[in-house]
């Protein structure tokens, strides 16, 4: 075939043939020499007839043959999470463009349906494409890679602050956000010395560390220090 409706077909024409004389050679079904045959099976028959009235028919087949599809899937696709979304949505399309018919795509992922800008969470995705038409089926993949770059947040570290020794706050109730999953933070202490006992810095560390292994680190420092009111003396 040459386009979706079919090829134009030359053939020889039949010559009837009679004992006496023949009266006319005429198509009676099909379609006549130069015209476009359709996709497929074609019966074209001619009819004699004599001078007499008398009639034989002559048939035969012309196929034309479609072109089956040769599909193309796309490079490798990857992209990052949208903003508070554990994954994205994606553009794709497989190409066809030779098919006769043309061919329809389908795109599946674990045999369901899925469509270009679908949302495709973080991860990897195999899709499949078929193109299909009356000649047959072909089929290609391709991927699509969703990666999570978003850290995860921290809610409730507080701010640094001085104190006496005998006002240090309790540890504060942090808690992790993130646009997938994360884990309870990680929480630490560490206590360094000052130039008296009594005069130290804690530095308190909240971590969380998400699925994608990104991690965020917050710290609140407190200052410990005796503050002496001053005395006078005569």
Request: net charge negative.
């Amino acid at each position: 075939a040459t386009g979706a409706n079919g090829a134009v077909v030359d053939y020889t024409l039949p010559l009837g043939a009679d004992n006496c004389s023949v009266a006319s050679t005429v198509l009676t079904s099909g379609y006549a020499s130069g015209s476009v045959f359709p996709i497929g099976a074609t019966t074209v028959t001619y009819t004699v007839t004599d001078e007499a009235g008398l009639t034989a028919n002559s048939s035969f087949t012309i196929v034309v043959s479609g072109l089956g599809p040769v599909i193309n899937c796309p490079a490798a696709i990857a992209v990052t999470a949208a903003a508070g979304q554990c994954g994205a949505p994606v553009t794709f399309a497989a190409t066809e463009t030779t098919a006769i018919p043309v061919s329809t795509i389908v795109h599946t992922e674990n045999g369901q349906p899925v469509s270009s800008g679908s949302f495709f969470t973080v991860g990897t995705h195999i899709i499949t494409a078929t193109a299909t038409n009356a000649v047959g089926s072909v089929v290609c993949t391709g991927s699509i890679t969703v990666a999570d770059n978003i850290y995860p947040g921290l809610t409730g570290v507080p701010a640094n602050v001085t104190v006496q020794c005998n006002a240090v706050p309790a540890v504060a109730n942090v808690t992790a956000t993130d646009n997938c999953s994360t884990s309870a933070p990680v929480f630490t202490e560490l206590r360094t010395a000052g130039d008296c006992p009594n005069n130290y810095i804690l530095t308190r560390t909240w971590s969380t560390t998400d699925a994608s292994g990104n991690t965020t680190t917050a710290s609140q420092v407190i200052t410990v220090q005796v503050i002496q009111t001053p005395v006078i003396t005569n």
